[in-house]
């Protein structure tokens, strides 16, 4: 007979519903069975092995009752010593035969289950490398990391788990009901008697601690949510400058008590759960004895055969259980699928064009032509852009100022196509950009951004990011030209230092300048900078600024600055105002017509006037 143990570790599932987020995940977005079955069709005959093993066992393994009956009825009362060796060797080799069939099925369903996953793991990290910035922006990153790895990773189950508990348990209960009934056609009748309230009332026990676990579940949650918020270095940092770490303190611990309360009631839960269990388990073979020993119902029964019988009837109950939860296990498994199909099923908004452009990164000159752009982000009132005329001859400075709003970003990341235009077009030596792979695109654009971003990992890893084939004195030359050679090679470890969790060990100015010499890395003919230099002090600013005029020779820079001290060299400054280019010029000629461009250089003065 099954231990309760095992049952409450392996079954005691009973009672279970699907969880209504499943249910509701299903509704919204339905998955086909032969979607499914197309990813477990290369494993085909894998599959069909580990099912013909789980057959196998399970059938198998009935031998061993029978076997009892042989010894108990014939063996010893008959002292019969060869036959008792056989029938003892027999119950021996079904133990060897299940267990080896039971490992190599385990071997196979979990490298089936693995490789599955290992190719949804790469095609949704894959796809999702392919969407667009907006994508990122309205989504959680929480959520992504928990599809790639908590939902792909909980869908192993279907095979090593759902799919194999269903071949298992149901052979089991038909082969044990089958043997059962050629032993004894009356126990078999009183068993099926039996079994329905028994079954109804662990499943009633079962459904109570459910409700508690999913209220433990959240309470987790919210706890696991705190640590991460209040622990991290940003949230550290966060709490000691607005002097919040009383107040987060004070909120972990309520959580931590409502917990206490739920584990003790989850606690007792599963112990009346294990009580209801121990009376089904027990109640059961006493009604089998009775019957046994009663004249109107043994029927002649043997104590072999009696034995063999309660042997049988208590592997039943839990293969039973699970194959009524099957439903539930089913519905939870395609949630999962669900969930992760809907990251496949995104649209790419920037993606390849069907037919290419070729385009010779090295050959590539470096003019830019905006012609009649506009640009409406998908929820936006107003156009971010409209009617953009500009032209920016190969080897020359745009620079863009405007104030908060004006646009300056948004047209520059067209350039690198973050976002394509809802309007007019993009050219990069007369090809629209559109009509370029992204490859290419990215090996002539190089971006350096306000919001720089290291990786955790070393500075050489970080440099190398940009392009893996660079040389030790490649790296270098692009460090020195970003002023930041120095500050590496004065670290202990030089560019084997670890950059941190986002840089964080590294100041402002430093970070912005390796992000800057990564992108120099690459040598791109076009150069994007967009407030490349806002975390700069002065003097670093001037040296990066110098690096950045050198590096600029032969190639085309555009760039963003709200410093307009900054972008006083421009061959070109364009002043946007609501996504409009009100005036383009030198800066001595926008000077000298005293409009917006004045005005704004005159604000900055008398802001520089003041701090001073």
Known sequence: MVGIDEMTKGGGRGGRRPDPADTAQLERSPVRWSRVAGLFGPFRWQLAVVVALIVASSLVALATP?????????????QDVPLLLWAVGGMLAVTVVTAVLGVVQTWLSTTVGQRVMHGLRTAVFAHLQRQSLGFFTRTKG???QSRLTNDIGGMQSVVTSTATSFASSATTVVGTAVAMVALSWRLSLLSLIVLPPAIWLTRRVARMRRTITAQRQRSLADMHSQVEEGLSISGVLLGKTLGAGPAQSQRFATTSDDLVALEVRSQLAGRWRMATMSVVFAGIPALIYLAAG????????????LVAFTTLQGALFRPL???????VSLTASMALFSRVFEYLDLPVDIDDPADPVPVDPTAVRGEVRFERLGFTYPD???PALAGVDLAVPAGTTLALVGETG??????ASLVARLADPTAGRVLIDGVDVRDMALADLARVVGVVSQETYLLHGTIRENLRHARPGATDAEMEDAARRAQVHDVITALPAGYDTVVGARGHRFSGGEKQRLAIARTLLRDPRVLVLDEATSALDNETERAVQAALDEAARGRTTITIAHRLSTVRDADLIAVLDAGRVVEQGSHDELLARRGRYARLVGSAERAVELVA
């Not at 009663?294 to 055969?305: D, E, Y």
């Open 380 to 382: 936006g009132v107003r």
């Open 142 to 144: 929480g959520e992504v």
């Open 406 to 411: 004006s646009g300056k970003t948004t047209l």
């Open 321 to 327: 259980m699970q194959l009524l939860d099957i439903g």
């Open 66 to 78: 029978f076997l009892i009956r042989l010894v108990i009825d014939e063996a010893i009362p008959a």
């Open 294 to 305: 009663l004249p109107a119902t043994s029927g002649g029964m043997t104590i072999g055969t």
